[in-house]
């Protein structure tokens, strides 16, 4: 009698079952059964495989199932798969049995295939034992808690370690990160793992010593990020809580300084020329829904408005003739390329031996655009009072102010610096100063002790007799008296012989009844760099 598929009954082309798809099929045949699937009347036993074989085509209609049901399938076969023992692994193979009667079927496999099923394959590795094998469903993956894993398309068993220096790192590695969970399980279970959790494991312990630099990708997404949440705030406020109605490129535009504010040196304009104006739509339609609309109005070339969804249709119609007459483009564009050009001025902070020429150099210089629009805007076209060194005081002082302010105090130009400690020398007054601060003119009282400190240091420091720039110094007593008594008067004369102010180079006399350690004087280079408001007197 000639062989059938156990499936279609036909005798064509036969394959023959060998016991890995003999025991594959018959798993899954009781699965099926089980599960009462298709095909879960089909009977497939030991007695039958010298009259049944299979084709390709039949024998994967039985052993394909879905993905969902990879896992129960898994479980199911550890919960109808017996171990054997090791002192009866010389008995031969076990065959599976499946009964139609039955729900579920119990299968016994000769050791050397145990592996894919319940064994571990990192056991032929190990010294020998002669304790009974573990059972499958008490040893899972100390990080991940489960058995098998599947990676990719292939998938894993849970492996034991090789040596204690292996359990050894598992737990340093525990250690080091506070894991706790990790930590107990190591002490109270069986160690074992799969390879891709330990190799994760480890990519963790690696990283964690690794000092993070944020790529220029995720810089450009937090920078996108502060300026989106600011253009949503301007038109929640503005266009939502005000009814106002604006021209869709002039809120581009805002978006795009909002992106070079943000940047700070990090974003040039070359960068954001890429950014289109149509993402920045799609972002403010998925952010407010049904709230905004965004279309092509009746302007010029039909460019896009954007206005809230239930406004007053006359009040739209009278703005929208308003934004037609009213050009403020041109002024936002100069305002923002001025602003941008102070955020990226270079600046150089004051050193930690202050002298007078170092707050006479200030902080950064005043750029030349800034300088340039300045002289426009109060000379006019008439270029003839640009010598004029008043009305060149008044614009530099000007361009210093709106450095200060644009900058928030963090860069602090020449006028800010020397205005401050002048108005500290010769009045003394702390509510002057901080009103002079509070207009944006000078510095605070706080940073003008600050600087005069650190420059008496530096002037002690240096440990010579005169300062910076005097040749001689002398002094003499004028005593007048009268033999009534009546304008009596005695004065101690100073006469400083100074170099003009042109000249580079200046002579320093060195003391010589100067005794003070300079090392007490003057901090080293590697000290703290916070400014000291208090002058400590050298004894």
Known sequence: ??????????????????????????????????????????????????????????????????????????????????????????????????????????????????????????????????????????????????????????????????????????????????????????????????????????????????????????KYRHVHKLAFDSIKDFVTREIVGNNKVMYFAKLFRRYQALLLEFGDHDIDFDDIQNYRPETLEKKLRQTFHDRIIIEASTGPRNQKIIYKADIDILVMENITKFLDTKDEEKLEDVAYNLRNCIKNIDSHPLPKHLTADDINRGECEIPQRLLNFMQNLILGPNAQEINNNQTMTKITSICSDIIYAVMRGKCKPAKNLTLGLAMKSLTNSRQVLTMLNRYGHTIDYHLAEELETEMTYTAVGNNILIPTGITAFDNFDRFVDTTSGKDTMHDTVGIINQFPSSTADFINIEATTSSAPQDNVNEDEQGSSCKRRRFNEIS
């Open 1 to 218: 009698m000639g062989k059938k598929c156990f499936l279609c009954n036909s005798g064509d082309s036969l394959i023959d079952f060998t016991d890995e798809t003999f025991r594959n099929c018959s798993l899954k045949l009781a699965f099926r059964r089980k599960k009462n699937f298709k095909y879960n009347e089909v009977e497939l036993n030991e007695a039958s495989l010298d009259f049944v074989g299979y084709h390709t085509k039949c024998y994967k209609k039985v052993t394909v199932l879905g993905n969902k049901y990879n896992e129960e399938f898994t479980m199911f076969c550890m919960e109808n798969t017996e171990p054997v023992n090791a002192s009866v692994a010389d008995e031969g193979p076990k065959i599976l049995h499946s009964s139609a009667h039955s729900d579920s079927t119990v299968i016994k496999v000769e050791e050397g295939n145990f592996d894919d099923m319940s064994q571990i394959s990192a056991d032929l590795n190990e010294e020998p034992s002669t304790s009974k094998a573990p059972t499958c469903n008490k040893i899972t993956c100390v990080f991940c808690n489960y058995r098998y894993k599947r990676c990719g398309k292939q998938q894993q068993n849970v492996i034991f370690p090789q040596s204690d220096k292996t359990t050894e790192k598992l737990k340093n590695m525990a250690e080091k990160f506070g894991d706790v969970e990790v930590l107990s399980k190591l002490e109270n279970q069986t160690v074992a793992y799969h390879q891709s959790c330990y190799a994760v494991y480890q990519t963790k312990e690696k990283r964690s010593t690794e000092e993070h630099v944020d790529s220029s990708w995720h």
